[in-house]
């Protein structure tokens, strides 16, 4: 069975030197941040994929270069067997964007707040030629505004009528439009209260069982995540650190960064231990450190982990970077 999306050792480096004069008097060299260097993995057809990992790691930047709103500078995107780069531009390109859409954290700033919600809605159904009358609109805004728990008759209303879980929910309307098969989802509940949190994560949850939709799901809350995913990519600097179906890793972390992590969360292995604080901080990523990226944090670090980067390994499905695991002392 071939996976819905794939993406092969993709990579986004931006230049963030400073101006050209600035650079020449201060005698500055260019500079660059390697925000994804050379992710993969795969999503099968009405599976969820987590991203998770601390602020600045590269998960939104993998979020847009996967519907396609950044250039990779490196690696491929496959979706349903079509690269995705190979027919941007062309007319088969805007088919696939239609066949993927994205929810974003702030579901205020990605709703126009002139707008009604009716034409907040309708606008990629009219953009993609899907509805030719007004009529046929309303009809089509009315059935997506219920099938995320809201009313019909909410479409003449505007955005700040609506409260946050309310506006989540209108956003998620509006993505389901054009029937996507695949959403992007970054960090789509954390502006939220934890109780209409579950609330969104539930109807999201539903719509994917009753629409065999594929998700990609990006947040930095680990019980979010479980609730959601089926399999968790780690990421650490613009890398993968550890891949594995979330019973695996929330069960038996392998990396070091994946156990800190979950050490963090009160009680999730249920054993009454103490939570530990993520120890120290993400180093700069404009300078990142030698080898493994993590080993500055590490307590399992050796001489080996400051000299040689780890590679991503595959062991029975779970994959995992790091000397440690693979040398069996850990
Ligand atoms: N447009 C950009 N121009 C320059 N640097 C960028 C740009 N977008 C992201 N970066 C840098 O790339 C790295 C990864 O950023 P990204 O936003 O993907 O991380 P993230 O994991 O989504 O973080 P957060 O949890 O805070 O949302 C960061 O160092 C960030 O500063
Ligand atoms: S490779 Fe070394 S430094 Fe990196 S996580 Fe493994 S043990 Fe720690
Ligand atoms: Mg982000």
């Known amino acids: 069975m071939t996976a819905l999306v794939e993406v092969k050792d993709l990579a986004k480096t931006f230049d963030v030197s400073a101006p050209w004069l600035n650079r020449v008097i201060e005698r500055k060299p260019r500079e660059f941040v390697h925000a994804v260097d050379g992710v993969s993995f795969q999503i099968e057809r009405g599976r969820t994929l987590a991203l998770v990992g601390e602020s600045g790691c590269g998960k939104s930047t993998v979020a847009r270069l996967l519907v396609g709103l950044y250039k990779p500078s490196r690696g491929s995107v496959y979706f349903d067997g079509i690269d995705t780069q190979a027919v941007?531009?062309?007319?088969?390109?805007?088919?696939?964007?239609?066949?993927?859409?994205?929810?974003?954290?702030?579901?205020?700033?990605?709703?126009?707040?002139?707008?009604?919600?009716?034409?907040?809605?309708?606008e990629p159904l009219r953009e993609h030629g899907l509805v030719d009358t007004d009529a046929q609109a309303k009809q089509r805004v009315g059935e997506l505004l219920q099938s995320v728990g809201l009313?019909?008759?909410?479409?003449?209303?505007?955005?700040?009528?609506?409260?946050?879980?309310?506006?989540?929910?209108i956003s998620i309307a509006r993505a389901l439009a054009t029937q996507p098969e695949f959403l992007v989802c970054d960090e789509p509940t954390s502006a939220l209260d934890v109780s209409v949190q579950?609330?969104?994560?539930?109807?999201?949850?539903?719509?994917?069982?009753?629409?065999?939709?594929?998700?990609?799901?990006?947040?930095?809350?680990?019980?979010?995540?479980?609730?959601?995913?089926?399999e968790?990519?780690?990421m650490y600097l613009g890398r993968l650190v550890e891949l594995a179906p979330k019973r695996e890793l929330f069960?038996?972390?392998?990396?070091?960064?994946?156990?800190?992590?979950?050490?963090?969360?009160?009680?999730?292995?249920?054993t009454g231990r103490a939570r530990t604080p993520v120890q120290g901080e993400v180093p700069n990523p404009l300078n990142p450190p030698s080898g493994c990226a993590f080993h500055p944090r590490c307590p399992h670090a050796n001489a080996r982990c400051s000299r040689e980067r780890p590679v991503l390994q595959d062991r029975q499905g779970i994959k995992v970077a790091c000397h440690a695991v693979e040398e069996g002392r850990l």
């Open 232 to 234: 968790v990519g780690v």
């Open 251 to 270: 069960g038996r972390p392998r990396h070091p960064y994946t156990r800190m992590l979950l050490d963090a969360i009160p009680d999730i292995h249920m």
């Open 151 to 169: 009313s019909s008759a909410d479409m003449d209303k505007f955005p700040h009528q609506f409260s946050g879980g309310q506006r989540q929910r």
């Open 198 to 230: 579950a609330q969104v994560l539930n109807i999201m949850k539903d719509l994917q069982r009753q629409r065999g939709l594929t998700y990609l799901f990006i947040s930095h809350n680990l019980a979010v995540v479980r609730h959601v995913s089926d």
């Open 88 to 122: 941007a531009g062309t007319a088969a390109g805007r088919a696939l964007h239609r066949r993927m859409q994205m929810i974003f954290q702030d579901p205020y700033a990605s709703l126009n707040p002139r707008w009604k919600v009716l034409d907040i809605i309708a």
